[in-house]
């Protein structure tokens, strides 16, 4: 299985939350000052770093189908099915980036 080598959870964590502000949903931060992606506001569905953090190992992987894209979600946030359309679009885009070649070249700055 394919995977995006030398792209730290660190530098995952940044692509996600880019992709979900590029993608114009609410970006911001829970009591502990973690980042928090908002994906239905109405059911307050969202996603925190930790989340996102517990998805890497998973999500980091190329070609998983929008199947086991779900399956991952709800492994690490169970209950939230609003949130698995948002993510699956963020791992197609990361997967489909020239952002993650910026990271490999170790050129990111943000």
């Known amino acids: ?5 030398n792209v730290t959870k660190a530098e995952f964590r940044t692509l996600v939350f880019e992709f979900a502000r590029a993608k114009q949903l609410r970006v911001d931060e829970i009591k502990d000052g973690k980042a928090r992606i908002w994906f239905n506001e109405n059911s307050q569905k969202f996603l925190h770093a930790d989340h996102v953090d517990a998805l890497y190992d998973r999500l980091r992987h190329a070609h998983l189908s929008p199947r ?8 690490v946030a169970p209950g939230r099915p609003c949130t698995h359309r948002g993510m699956r679009e963020i791992y197609v885009q990361i997967h489909r980036s020239s952002l993650v070649e910026v990271f490999r070249a170790g050129r990111f700055a943000g």
């Open 1 to 5: 299985m394919s995977r995006m080598p």
């Open 68 to 75: 086991d894209i779900n399956i991952a979600i709800e492994n």
